[in-house]
């Protein structure tokens, strides 16, 4: 009697296990295509190779491989950060929705403190934005890129960002 209600309750367990990753992947499909559509809202060309001098055309973005898109706004200025840096990150964040949600801390008006990150450490950061700090390397550097879910800020929800990211380096 034990060993049967024992070996139903591992099977309900399982079904339940099942449903759920089901259910993530296709919330990972839903998140595709969220991305896609944004991307064709706005026009956006997907480049098939990384600019060698990081010059990105208006509508043009990079898509790397473990999810994130890039495009260079404006290069930066002065020597190339190094881990360890001192980062004060000013930025704005988009849902890809049609009508999005947007926060936004561009400027001491919208957040009087700008967000002060070390580049190379994923406190108060994430993986998206670490591999965009990599990409736009120096001080000053402006970039918009979008995160996946899987790389972002939230573990507990499959939701995209669209980010406009600019950086200055802390002087030592």
Known sequence: MKIRFFGT??????????????NYSQLLKAEEELIDNWLVRNNIVLL??????????????YH??????????EKGVGDTLRTGDKLV????QSTLDVYPMVEDYWTTQDRPYPNEITY???TN???????AFE??????AHARIIVPSKLGRNDSEVIPYVYELKIRRVPK
């Open 9 to 22: 309750m591992l099977l309900l367990l399982l079904l339940v296990a099942c449903e759920n990753s089901n």
């Open 48 to 61: 098939d190779e990384f600019p060698a001098d990081t010059v990105f055309g208006a509508n043009e973005m």
């Open 64 to 73: 790397f491989e473990d999810g994130i898109y890039f495009q260079m706004i």
């Open 89 to 92: 990150l000013r930025y704005k």
């Open 120 to 122: 190379g450490s994923l």
């Open 125 to 131: 950061s994430c993986e998206g934005w670490q591999e």
């Open 135 to 140: 990409l736009m390397k120096k001080s000053e």
